[in-house]
């Protein structure tokens, strides 16, 4: 017998998530439970929160900016709106789900007029894309591929005492110098995450990638050394 997800599976799922703590991180996320958390913070009109540390990103819910991030005892002790509930209720009971038909908000990134890719970009300008929430298992691949093991294993027992889930990631900022072009919030922008300056060879990539999507802007702020 096929399982066929009904509406209250999408919440439930995400709740079962949130059961864990009030930190999500991508590597939690699929497209199940981006569903579930849109209609959690449409139907508890509460909002996300985008944390950012090196490069590492996660999000929390929460009831608004700068409030306490909420794990799922404390979103189940606020009041739903039922008037929402059933809206999206009989939406799904058509077919519409979030980010699907482009009937209802999505929470996954929207594609781009020209769709560039997420990912790490090295200081001699070779770019590795990588997925969203993908970006801490690109990194370790990377470390692999380039050699950087043994520098990767002295970096990590050196930090090993500070709290982070993205120590591979940090090495390749904080180290070697790499930049990551993602998208934590799920929005559909482009953020490029960097810690040491950008070289010329990162700063004629960037130019590139944006004015190929048209936003001359943004790839303009890439043309003067030191101009980020």
């Not at 995400?14 to 913070?41: K, Q, S």
């Not at 997420?118 to 997925?131: D, K, Q, R, V």
């Not at 930090?159 to 591979?168: A, E, I, K, V, Y």
Request: aromatic share 14%; hydrophobic share 35%.
């Amino acid at each position: 017998m096929k399982f066929e997800k009904d509406f209250d599976y999408y919440i439930y799922n995400a709740f079962m998530l949130l059961e864990r703590g009030n930190v999500i991180t991508p590597f939690d996320l699929d497209n199940d439970r981006r569903i579930g958390l849109f209609y959690i913070m449409s139907i508890y009109h509460i909002s996300f929160a985008t944390y950012v540390r090196g490069s590492w990103e996660w999000l929390s819910l929460v009831k608004e900016k700068g409030g306490k991030p909420l794990d799922a005892k404390e979103i189940r002790a606020m009041e739903p709106d039922i008037e929402v509930y059933n809206k999206l209720k009989e939406e799904f009971s058509r077919g519409i789900l979030p980010g699907k038909n482009n009937e209802t908000e999505g929470t996954k990134p929207k594609a781009t007029k020209s769709d560039q890719n997420f990912g790490w970009l090295s200081p001699t300008g070779e770019f590795i894309a990588s997925g969203w929430g993908e970006h801490y298992a690109a990194a370790k691949k990377i470390i692999k591929s380039r050699g950087f093991e043994q520098e990767y294993r002295e970096y990590e027992e050196k930090h090993s005492s500070r709290h982070s889930l993205g120590f591979p990631g940090d090495f390749l900022s904080e180290v070697k110098g790499y930049c990551l072009i993602h998208n934590p919030t799920m929005d559909g922008g482009y953020i490029v995450t960097h810690i040491k300056p950008h070289t010329k060879k990162q700063r004629e990539f960037l130019y590139n990638y944006f004015a190929e999507m048209g936003n001359m802007a943004r790839a303009s702020m890439y043309l003067e050394e030191g101009s980020l």
